[in-house]
């Protein structure tokens, strides 16, 4: 059984910073990638940043240049380091990962997280 728990979130002002963390546990032979998803009220559940295991990042358009996402493969845990802060910011933010369990078959499964509410007040 594999679990993603995040922790981090919460209120902020405007141009403020908040860092989510995401760790990993359970039965783990190999993560790869690891990211962070968002979903705001009404909305579909976007892609916020990913990074792959050979440490390679993604970043939606919007959080370019003000979010940056890393990873600590020893602990088994994926943040996202969010600056400059905008109330369009705020959702539920979701850890995802993409990881192997069982060695001997490979496969790769997708998890996700609880998610932890981010709220930017203007």
């Known amino acids: 059984q594999v679990q993603l728990v995040e922790s981090g979130g919460g209120l902020v002002q405007a141009g403020g910073s908040l860092r989510l963390s995401c760790a990993a546990s359970?039965?783990?032979?190999?993560?790869?990638?690891m990211g962070w998803y968002r979903q705001a009220p009404g909305k579909q559940r976007e892609l916020v940043a990913v990074?792959?295991?050979?440490?390679?990042?993604n970043y939606a358009d919007s959080v370019k240049g003000r979010f940056t996402v890393s990873r600590d493969n020893a602990k088994k845990t994926v943040y996202l380091q969010m600056n400059s802060l905008k109330p369009e910011d705020t959702a539920v933010y979701y850890c995802?990962?993409?990881?192997?369990?069982?060695?001997?078959?490979?496969?790769?499964?997708?998890?996700w997280g609880q998610g932890t509410p981010v709220t930017v007040s203007s």
């Open positions: 995802n990962a993409n990881l192997i369990s069982n060695p001997v078959t490979m496969r790769v499964l997708n998890y």
């Open positions: 359970g039965s783990i032979f190999m993560i790869n990638d």
């Open positions: 990074i792959t295991n050979t440490g390679r990042t």
